[in-house]
């Protein structure tokens, strides 16, 4: 029986913490864009929603990691013909689950509306739908074709010094950021 290593190492986890932020700020671009070819970048019908913009940055950085972790594992068996087929498929339901999820808990905890896909073809409560999904498939296959190798060369490699600076400065001014927020919440004050 193979023993397994249950040593933590730091290095790995900024190398996904850094791709976790990366991705994030992908995200907030890639929704940036939807919300200006809508045409509803309406900034008073959004700021309720622009106070939590790092917060709902948030799921992009746990779509990017999880979408990361299926490819590898989808990668490594070879159990169906059709591999990329299957991966894209997961890929794109995985990503509207953690949309309509973090949707539902954006309503719940925070009051507010992320994002409004009622006016879209087959909507579910506003919060996902088939446009939305179809633009969702566009993104993983081109996610695919050109972030999933440069990703795993990133996590291969030893990380670089001001990389590993970056992800600790960052985290911290986020931390900070959702401390602030949270704090603005229980007080009332948002």
């Known amino acids: 029986m193979k023993k397994q290593n249950s040593k933590i190492n730091p290095e790995l986890i ?3 913490t850094f791709l976790f932020l990366l991705a ?12 200006i070819s809508a045409g509803t970048l309406n900034y008073l019908k959004f700021f309720p929603t622009a106070i939590y913009t ?3 940055a948030l799921p992009y950085g746990v779509a990017g990691l999880v979408l990361y972790k299926i490819a590898n ?20 339901t995985v990503i509207n689950l953690i949309e309509l999820i973090t949707g539902l808990i954006a309503l719940k905890f925070l009051g507010v509306m992320p994002w409004d896909y009622s006016h879209h073809f087959l909507n579910f409560m506003g919060l996902i739908s088939v446009p939305i999904t179809v633009r969702w ?3 993983v296959i081109v996610l695919g074709l050109f972030a999933y190798k440069p990703a795993k060369r990133f996590i291969e490699r030893p990380l670089p010094k001001k990389i590993k600076k970056l992800t600790i400065a960052t985290l911290v001014v986020y931390g900070i950021y959702l401390i602030a927020i949270m704090t ?3 007080l009332g004050i948002i």
């Open 14 to 16: 900024l190398k996904y």
């Open 24 to 35: 994030c700020v992908i995200g907030r671009i890639y929704e940036l864009d939807l919300i």
């Open 54 to 56: 790092f917060i709902f």
């Open 73 to 92: 594992v989808l990668n490594r068996y070879d159990f169906t013909k059709n591999k990329t087929v299957l991966k894209i498929i997961i890929c794109v």
């Open 137 to 139: 498939l566009i993104f």
């Open 184 to 186: 603005l919440k229980v």
